[in-house]
């Protein structure tokens, strides 16, 4: 069975306020479990900036539209993030040094690399004049699979 | 997202609820630079924060930043496992001085 939502947002923090709203009642209807809905909550927000500083930035709050596709299966959670912008890829960027002290500490790229680790698969690809990001989390962890399918 | 502050002699405790995301750490920075203003020990509570994002990091950093260079303290508890999560792959878990729970963050001002 699939549950989810779609929803156009404008990519600044009224639409994300707004996405985190639809996001919230998904969850709390098929309880999700904290850390899944914590981990999306931060992939969505870290996106959504992504794009007010690539791109976006330049268009007015009504054109700069970011749809957003939320869907919810037994097994997993995949959200998909569509735009019109300029292509980018955001994962094609370096990954940050997180060992500096926090004197030399600067946090640029780092919102991605939260993304690349809390999610289970991400992808990115340039689809008919769009940007398509695309990113899943695993409901069930691989042991309690492994029982499953096991017993 | 809300803010609270409340202190212990010298000691300014800050608790912020809800989430720090691109949304609320504008009003976050904001209530922060003015308890910065006069304070130089800060604990951050914690406790009540559901979620942060690298927005949230950014204003903990400049936070820290701050302390570090006016020879102040800062420390934070009551992190929930996500938080935790966050700070452990962003590093942000070996820059930032982190205790479970109040008492051992008070204690070590």
Redesign the interface.
Known sequence: MRHGFRMSVGAH?DG??KL?AAFAGLAETHALP??VR??V??AL??L??NK?SHGMADRDAGSAKVEVQVQLDEERLTVTITDDGPGFDPFGQAEPD??????E?E?GG??I??VR??MDEVSYERRDGKNVVVLVKQLVVAEEKNLREES | MQIATRTNNDIHIVAITGSMDSGTSPEAQKALDGVLASARKVVLDFSGLDYISSAGLRVLLGVAKKLKGSGGTLRMFGLNQSVKEVFEISGFATILSVYPSEAEALAAM
Not at chain 1, 98 to 103: A, G, I
């Open positions: 923090a994300v306020g985190n904290d850390a914590r981990s909550n931060v927000d870290e959504l900036a007010l997180t060992t500096l002290s926090v004197e500490r946090i780092l919102g690399h939260l680790k809390l």
